[in-house]
C-alpha cells in the first residue's frame, strides 16, 4: 500500500464496556505484548491509520482509565453497557454527531482479539473506499467483527439497542458487503482458558 493515495478518513471505535464476567480480572487491562489487550488494540488501530481511535468504557472505567494512555485517543462513557455491545455503537454514532465529527467510515474492534493481525486492520481501512459498503472480517464460514462501516450506515448504527452488536445491519445490507479474510477474528480471548492459552503463544513481548 505504501505510495497509494488515501483520503478516506476511517475513524475506529474499541467497544470495551463490558464487565469481563467470564474472567476472575478486567479482561481490558490484561498483560498483552508491552502493554494491555485494550492498549495493544488502540496501538494497532493508531499504527494501521485509523483517523481518530475512540474507546467506550463502561464497567470498571476508573481501573482501566488509570492503567491507559488516554493522550491521543477519545473516551466515550457508556452508562448502558450491560445492554450489551450494540448500545456502545450507538453512543459512539451519538458522540460524533454531538460534537459535529465527520468521517467517512467507522471501524468498529474489540479489545479481546489481540490476534488480529496490523495489516488486517490497515486492510479493512483502506478498503473503505466507498462509503456504501460494509468491510467484514470473515473466517471460515462466519464473519464479524472488527468492521468497517460506510458512513451512509451511521443512522442505523446509533439505533443499536442489541448484544448482537452490528449483525442485524450486515445482514440487512449483504449485497453490499465485502469480506476479508482474518482466520484470527473467530478467536475471542473471553476466558481465562482461552487467554492463558494465547498469552503463552503470541502475547509475551520477545
Known sequence: ??????DTKVAAVVVAAGSSSRMPA?????PWKDTTMLGYVIKQLEDAGA?????????????ILNLTDTSNITII???NWSQGMGTSIAKTIIYLRENN????GLLIAACDQPLIKLDHYKKLIYS??????IVVSSFGTGRG???VFGKIYFNELSTLTEDVGAKSIVNKHLNRLIQIDAPEAAIDLDTEERYAQYYHTHGIEL
Open 145 to 147: 467483527i472488527p468492521v
Open 1 to 6: 500500500m505504501s505510495g497509494a493515495s488515501f
Open 101 to 104: 465529527l465527520k468521517f467517512d
Open 77 to 79: 462513557h457508556n452508562d
Open 51 to 63: 483517523a481518530h481511535v475512540f474507546v467506550v468504557l463502561g464497567a470498571h472505567q476508573k481501573e
Open 26 to 30: 478486567i479482561k481490558q487491562l490484561l
Open 128 to 133: 473503505c473506499i466507498n462509503n456504501e459498503r
